[in-house]
Nanobody
Framework: QVHLVESGGGLVQAGGSLRLSCAAS????????MGWFRQAPGKEREFVAA???????VLANSVKGRFTISGDNAKNTVYLQMNSLKPEDTAVYYC???????????????????WGQGTQVTVSS
C-alpha cells in the first residue's frame, strides 16, 4: 500500500522560509514523478512544483525563484524548499506521486495516482 506523508508545514512570517518533506513508502520511488500541489481556502488545488527522474524539475511561475524541489532516493523523500514566502502562499500543501509521461504533463493533477493528506502552510503579513 502506498503512503505519502508530508511534514514541515507551519506558521511563518512573510519573507521567511519553510522546508516541506514528503516521505513515500509502498512504491518504487525512482519510478515515479513526485509533485507538490496546494489548495488555498476557497480556491482550486493548483500545481506548485514537480521532479521527474530525480533531476528534471518544473516550477509554477508563481513560485519560480523562491521555491526549489529536490528528491533523495535513499530516503524515498521529496522536499520543497520555500523561501521568501508571501501571504498568498498560504495553503494546504499536498505531495503526490504519479507517472505523468512527457514533461509538459507534469503539472496535470489528474495524472497523479497517490496523494498525501496535506500539510498546512500559513504565511502571516
Amino acid at each position: 500500500q502506498v503512503h505519502l506523508v508530508e511534514s514541515g508545514g507551519g506558521l511563518v512570517q512573510a519573507g521567511g522560509s519553510l522546508r516541506l518533506s514528503c516521505a513515500a513508502s509502498g512504491l518504487t520511488f525512482s519510478g515515479y514523478d513526485m509533485g507538490w500541489f496546494r489548495q488555498a481556502p476557497g480556491k482550486e488545488r493548483e500545481f506548485v512544483a514537480a521532479i521527474k527522474w530525480r533531476s528534471i524539475t518544473v516550477l509554477a511561475n508563481s513560485v519560480k525563484g523562491r521555491f526549489t524541489i529536490s528528491g533523495d532516493n535513499a530516503k524515498n523523500t521529496v522536499y520543497l524548499q520555500m523561501n521568501s514566502l508571501k501571504p498568498e502562499d498560504t495553503a494546504v500543501y499536498y505531495c503526490a506521486a504519479g507517472r505523468t509521461g512527457a514533461t509538459y504533463n507534469i503539472g496535470k493533477e489528474a495524472l497523479y495516482d497517490y496523494w498525501g493528506q496535506g500539510t498546512q502552510v500559513t504565511v502571516s503579513s
